[in-house]
Every structure is written in structure tokens, then in C-alpha cells.
């Protein structure tokens, strides 16, 4: 099966097609796409969060998150007190 690992960096995304073996996994997919996960980068499905050990399916897409440059609630107070 087909599946496409997303990871958005700030000025770029990059987006593989891996070609895995039906009952592969998040993992899987992150493997195969040549990524190194680090801690602090979480995973979905297609905009929902997703564990590692998640089956996928035809033409799911991976996604790493990587971690928040700001939390928006400081950032909201940030704002708030320049306002």
C-alpha cells in the first residue's frame, strides 16, 4: 500500500510516498521514509493525532508535527499587552 509522510519544517515541507505492506504502522511509514523522529515531535493521521503503532491504509497521510515555537496562550498575552 501507498502511504505519504508530511513533515513541515519553517520555510519548507517535505512530503515522501513510501510503498509499505498492508498492516504497516505510523512507525512503518516514519521508517521507511527516512525521518528521525525526535522526542519532542508528536504524529497524526490526516490532522488527528496518532500512535506509533497505529495501522494505516491506502493512501493515509503521515504527518510529524514538530514541537510549538510559542505557546499560544503567551503568545495571546504577548499581544494583549502591546494592544
Known amino acids: ?9 519553517p520555510r519548507q515541507a517535505r ?7 498492508p498492516g504497516a504502522t505510523v512507525r512503518d511509514a516514519i521508517a521507511a521514509s527516512g525521518h528521525r523522529l ?6 497524526g493521521v490526516f490532522g488527528k493525532r496518532a500512535a506509533m503503532d497505529q495501522p494505516l491504509a491506502e493512501g493515509d497521510r503521515v504527518e510529524i508535527y514538530r514541537p510549538l515555537a510559542v505557546d499560544p496562550k503567551e503568545a495571546r498575552r504577548r499581544r494583549a499587552r502591546k494592544a
Open 38 to 43: 525526535k522526542d519532542e515531535e508528536a504524529v
Open 15 to 21: 512530503a515522501v510516498q513510501v510503498e509499505l505492506a
Open 1 to 9: 500500500m501507498k502511504v505519504e509522510v508530511v513533515y513541515a519544517r
